[in-house]
Structure formats: structure tokens, C-alpha cells
């Protein structure tokens, strides 16, 4: 076997037998589920055991996150949707219809995502509409925390499935 060889084949081009893909995955969904609204969720949890200042600091820091976060989606939250739907929509057809396994793995990655921030928008609405603070915003960012959860769980399944379809049929035995 030839350098080029051994170099291609440790480096495989091809996303979902690429270990690099599945790591990227990972680390994608273990951060999307610690960082809840832009708040890391060890601060969430020491918050409320100790009620003093870190209290403090979880309300500031959810209260600037959520006005951020707010204000991007009321400015410019239309045109926004509308690239993300072009981009998604360019994946699909890229990746499913013409078989380019690179935009498949990129849709797997971004439409949950996409999910996740609509989610997330919704969340940031409803503590400011509820001026949330204590227990109900625990609550709610827990609930934040346990949606996104689920959208990575089943984003994983998927992708793992298509990933060894994908593999099967036209990997190493395509």
C-alpha cells in the first residue's frame, strides 16, 4: 500500500464513515444540551442549591440571554427563517435527491438543531412573558433542557441509522 493510500483511508472523505463525523456529532449535542439558552447548566444546578448569589447570577445572565436572543428573532428572525429554509431545503435536494452523502450529513446535523433553536425562541418568549424567576424558571429551563435532549436522542438514532444504510449499501459493500 502506497502513502496516498494510507493517507485517504485514515482520512475517509466520505462523511458517515468518517469517525470525525460521529465525534463532531457527539460533542454537537453533549454542548447543545449543557448550554441552555447560552446558560451552562452546572450554573442552573448550583442556583438552586444555593439561593444566594449564584440565584442572582443565573437571573441576570438567563435575562441577558433572553433579551438577546429575543431581539435577533424580532429584527431579523424573518429573514433568518427564510435562509434557514433555502439552506435545509438545498441539503434535502443536494443529499437525498442527488445523493450527496456530504449534504446529508449536514442536513442530519442542522435540521434537529434548527428544532432546537425554534425551541429555544419559544422558551426565551415565555420567561419574559411570564417574567419567570425561582422555581417556574428552573422549571422552564429545565423543560428547555429535556426537549432539546430528545431531539439529540432521536437525531442520533436517525443518523446512526442512515449513517449504516448509508454504509452498507454503498460503503463497503456497495
Not at 64 to 80: C, K, Y
Not at 110 to 121: D, R
Not at 146 to 167: C, D, E, K, P, R
Request: aromatic share 16%; charged share 15%.
Amino acid at each position: 500500500m502506497d502513502w496516498y493510500s494510507t493517507v485517504f483511508e485514515l482520512i475517509d472523505m466520505r462523511s458517515f464513515s468518517n469517525l470525525w463525523f460521529w465525534i463532531a456529532l457527539a460533542v454537537m449535542w453533549s454542548t447543545a444540551s449543557h448550554w441552555v439558552l447560552g446558560v451552562p447548566w452546572d450554573m442552573v444546578l448550583r442556583a438552586q442549591r444555593e439561593t444566594d448569589q449564584y440565584d442572582t447570577d443565573l437571573h441576570d445572565i438567563v435575562r441577558i440571554n433572553t433579551n438577546r436572543l429575543l431581539n435577533i428573532a424580532n429584527v431579523s428572525g424573518l429573514w433568518l427563517s427564510g435562509f434557514a429554509c433555502f439552506f435545509l431545503t438545498m441539503l434535502v435536494l443536494l443529499g437525498f435527491v442527488y445523493r450527496f452523502e456530504f449534504a446529508q450529513a449536514v442536513f442530519l446535523l442542522a435540521f434537529p438543531m434548527s428544532l432546537v433553536g425554534a425551541a429555544s425562541i419559544s422558551t426565551a418568549r415565555l420567561i419574559r412573558e411570564e417574567d419567570a424567576s425561582g422555581a417556574r424558571l428552573y422549571k422552564l429551563l429545565g423543560r428547555q433542557r429535556m426537549i432539546t435532549q430528545v431531539i439529540g436522542m432521536i437525531s442520533i438514532f436517525v443518523t446512526a441509522l442512515w449513517g449504516m444504510y448509508q454504509n452498507l449499501t454503498y460503503g463497503v459493500f456497495g
